[in-house]
């Protein structure tokens, strides 16, 4: 699943290099956040295409209904089937951000705690701004990282879905990619792949711990 993860994310940076919007690319983004939340729930994917109300099933046997967004801002909405909820007992809202390529979860709530934040019905309907859910800090999920290293007060962490997270002296930065670009000054790393692009947070977040632990030994 984490490969599955790393492989999908890879193929949505390939489109978005290539100049597709990511609005055009709702269906990989729909399947990044599924398998997202399939990780971060210790679940699995739901067992039939296209299963009725929801997308994944979470360790604890709970229904999930996953939606994803690729849309940077407060602006836009997510809709619900008021005719499926019924079945769900979670909803999982993420968004992948393209400025860093990382998921962010806007929301994990209980079906009856998400409704109390959804907008009236309409054909068939419930819609819920983003904006009432990008202004609220979420806890961060439990998930466990594959890489660390330390260096003059940073650390810096690979996660196993490929997430970058940077601590300086014991408090999380946010947002990253300046912090890793500082870095890459110090320690004299290109931010620039072999084609001459600039490396996302995740490339460049790898190649400092790369780097670090090279310098280490």
């Known amino acids: 699943m984490i490969q599955s993860l790393g492989e999908a994310m890879s193929w949505f940076e390939r489109e978005l290099g290539w100049g597709v919007p990511p609005t055009e690319l709702?269906?990989?983004?729909?399947?990044?956040?599924?398998?997202?939340?399939?990780?971060?729930?210790?679940?699995?994917?739901?067992?039939?295409?296209?299963?009725?109300?929801?997308?994944?099933?979470?360790?604890?046997?709970?229904?999930?209904?996953?939606?994803?967004?690729?849309m940077m801002g407060s602006g836009g909405h997510v809709n619900f089937n008021s005719n499926t909820l019924e079945i769900v007992d979670r909803i999982i809202i993420l968004r992948v951000n393209t400025e860093e390529m990382q998921v962010e979860t806007l929301l994990n709530s209980t079906t009856s705690e998400t409704m109390e934040l959804v907008g009236p019905e309409k054909n068939g309907k419930r819609p819920l701004a983003l904006s009432r859910l990008t202004k609220t800090p979420k806890d961060k999920a439990n998930i466990k990282p594959i890489k660390e290293v330390e260096f003059q007060g940073y650390t810096i962490r690979e996660l196993e879905t490929g997430t970058i997270e940077v601590e300086l002296n014991g408090e999380l930065v946010s947002p990253v990619k300046p912090e890793l670009r500082k870095l890459a000054k110090i320690l004299n790393v290109s931010l620039l792949n072999s084609n001459g692009n600039f490396l996302n947070t995740r490339?460049?977040?790898?190649?400092?711990?790369?780097?670090?632990k090279e310098n280490n030994k």
């Open 26 to 70: 709702r269906h990989l983004c729909g399947r990044i956040g599924e398998l997202y939340a399939a990780l971060i729930t210790n679940g699995q994917m739901a067992t039939e295409v296209n299963q009725k109300g929801y997308d994944v099933v979470s360790g604890d046997g709970e229904k999930i209904s996953v939606k994803t967004t690729a």
């Open 203 to 212: 490339q460049l977040g790898s190649q400092l711990i790369k780097t670090i």
